[in-house]
């Protein structure tokens, strides 16, 4: 019976310890992490805090970098240290019935950007003037900006105020410093100070038109336009009125802007290229029309840009249709004096002043300087039977 009872107390001992080894060797469920992804960043951004993975277990996320020269892990907290691209690895420890388990993801960390500067222009300014304010150049960067100057005897710098001392150039550089994400820049303009225009003594033509002169760095023009009926020896200019025989002279003519002799009185005359370039002589003894080379010298002293004509320009009221912010400072005061085509038609008035130079391109053409409204001054080619007003330049 005893050993009945034995037999009996075994088999129940085996069948209980089957089924704790079976409870005790039930496998942990995967937590089956995703969604870990991390944004690159930038040299320069502040520290930032990684979000967990999705999970299906509430184990803790541990989380580690394979190169900490790259950047620096605190809890949660990133810390950028330099550019490249790095591993951040996820750890969920185990927990409620799922395993340890660990997810990756690749982080990318973009090196310090150049700033973008732009719109840095500075206009030529004259001996004398006032000091003047810098205004800073545009920037996506919030760097502080301070000023040097290539050549202090020319224009110092304190600050952002330029002192002018004398004439010449120097490049101005604008230096904005390293700031967040952006590394340090810096954008340059040349500054071009020259001497204030001089008036001189005024000039007479011969049919007795006096004309005021005025002198722009080295060279001395009138300052009003060629008013002349006739030669430097009293040779007569045909005054042309008809279309067809203004545009068949190749002999030198002029004309009053919609044949209107009041014209003249306020924009000078008309003439075409042959009566510039005639043998006997159309500017007053001692000047002469210019040649390209000339007036190529007054538009690098202007500024050399085609905003520059703003400083050759008439202030005056009523004369340009769209006049803005002329300041006439080289005291030149171009008028819209209007053209006369080839054909023999009248335009431009108000408009446009166009002057001749005495250069000549092949047979047909030769080179002029046109003035619009807005203040641009350009380059022009033109054919020969063109009117056009006339600027003289003292010998």
Same mark, same amino acid.
Request: with cysteine; proline share 5%; aromatic share 10%.
């Given at each position: ?23 005790? !060797? ?25 979000? &967990? ?13 394979? !190169? ?5 892990? &605190? ?26 388990? =660990? ?58 105020? $330029? ?39 005024? $000039?007479? !033509?011969?049919?007795?038109? *006096?004309?005021?002169t005025i002198k722009i760095g080295t060279q001395t ?16 200019i045909p005054n042309l009125t008809d279309p067809a025989?203004?545009?068949? !002279? ?21 003439? &075409? ?9 159309l500017a007053p003894t001692g000047w002469h029309v ?17 905003? =520059?004509?703003? #400083?050759?320009?008439?202030? #005056? ?7 803005? *912010?002329? &300041? ?11 053209? #006369? ?22 047979? *047909? ?18 054919? #020969?039977?063109?009117?056009?007003? $006339? ?5």
């Amino acid at each position: 019976m005893k050993f009945l009872f034995n037999v009996l107390a075994i088999g129940l001992l085996l069948q209980f310890s089957s089924c704790v080894k079976e409870e005790i !060797d039930t496998p942990l469920l995967s937590p089956e992490l995703s969604d870990f992804t991390i944004s690159p960043k930038r040299m320069g951004e502040e520290p930032f805090i990684l979000v &967990n993975p999705k999970s299906k277990s509430d184990g803790v996320f541990v989380f580690k970098v394979n !190169d900490s020269r790259l950047a620096s892990i &605190n809890g949660k907290v990133v810390t950028l240290k330099q550019n490249g691209t790095c591993t951040i690895t996820a750890i969920q420890l185990a927990s409620g019935g799922f395993k340890k388990d =660990s997810i990756q993801a690749t982080f990318v960390i973009n090196p310090l950007q150049a700033p973008l500067m732009s719109e840095f222009k500075l206009a030529t300014k004259m001996l004398g003037e006032a000091p003047f304010e810098l205004v800073a150049p545009k920037s996506n960067s919030k760097g502080a900006i301070t000023y040097t100057s290539s050549n202090p005897d020319v224009a110092s710098i304190t600050g952002s105020t $330029v002192t002018i001392k004398s004439t010449g150039k120097t490049t101005i550089t604008a230096n904005q410093a390293a700031d967040g994400t952006y590394l340090a820049g810096k954008i340059t303009s040349e500054l071009i100070i020259i001497n204030p225009p001089v008036q001189e003594q005024t $000039v007479t !033509d011969v049919d007795g038109n *006096v004309y005021k002169t005025i002198k722009i760095g080295t060279q001395t023009w009138m300052m009003e336009n060629l008013k002349t009926t006739r030669y430097r020896d009293g040779t007569p200019i045909p005054n042309l009125t008809d279309p067809a025989a203004w545009s068949a !002279d190749l002999a030198g003519a002029y004309c009053n802007y919609d044949n209107n002799p009041a014209n003249a009185n306020t924009y000078g005359r008309l003439y &075409n290229w042959d009566a510039t370039h005639n043998i006997h002589q159309l500017a007053p003894t001692g000047w002469h029309v210019p040649t390209e080379a000339e007036w190529a010298i007054l538009y690098a002293y202007i500024g050399g840009t085609r905003e =520059s004509g703003l #400083r050759i320009q008439d202030t #005056r009221q009523g004369y340009w249709a769209n006049q803005v *912010v002329a &300041n006439n400072e080289t005291k030149f005061s171009g008028l819209p004096g209007g053209i #006369r085509t080839d054909a023999g038609l009248y335009a431009k008035l108000s408009w446009d002043g166009i002057w001749w130079t005495d250069t000549r391109l092949g047979t *047909v053409t030769a080179v002029a300087y046109d003035l619009y409204a807005k203040g641009y001054i350009e380059r022009l080619e033109a054919k #020969r039977a063109s009117g056009f007003s $006339v600027r003289c330049i003292k010998d």
